[in-house]
């Protein structure tokens, strides 16, 4: 069973929201915040500070738990985000400290 994390990610007005799971959270992030992928999405939007994010057990969990996020609302995805980061702060740095790159 190989892990796996989803993630949020917003831009520095936090004004708009992805959702992507990864088996590799750090090195994910840091290909956000190096627009890894030029016409991506996230490179388009700035979308590169990570707000939220869960570990699962299973990647195929993560996958589902990606699937459940993506069709909530907005608001709830607010309302996850805030339960957890309610000044929005970037969890980068935090991640680092507790995974292995």
Same mark, same amino acid.
């Given at each position: ?7 949020? &990610? /917003? $831009? =520095? $007005? $936090? ?5 992507? &799971? /990864?088996?590799?959270? %750090? ?7 190096? =627009?890894?992928?030029? *016409?991506?999405? /996230?490179?388009?939007? *700035?979308?590169?500070?990570? &707000?939220?994010?869960?570990? @699962?057990?299973? @990647?195929? !969990?993560? @996958? ?11 608001? =709830? =995805?607010? !309302?996850?985000? *805030?339960?957890? *980061? %309610?000044?929005? $702060?970037?969890?980068?740095?935090? @991640?680092?400290? &507790?995974? !292995?790159?």
């Amino acid at each position: 069973m190989k892990p796996g994390f989803i993630y949020i &990610v /917003t $831009n =520095k $007005n $936090n004004t708009a929201l992805y959702i992507g &799971v /990864t088996s590799k959270l %750090p090195t994910r992030i840091l290909e956000h915040k190096k =627009k890894k992928f030029k *016409n991506s999405f /996230t490179a388009k939007y *700035n979308l590169d500070k990570l &707000v939220y994010w869960e570990s @699962i057990q299973d @990647i195929g !969990d993560a @996958i589902g738990r990606e699937k459940q996020l993506k069709g909530g609302s907005r608001q =709830k =995805k607010l !309302d996850l985000i *805030n339960s957890i *980061n %309610p000044d929005w $702060n970037d969890l980068y740095e935090s @991640i680092l400290s &507790v995974m !292995d790159l």
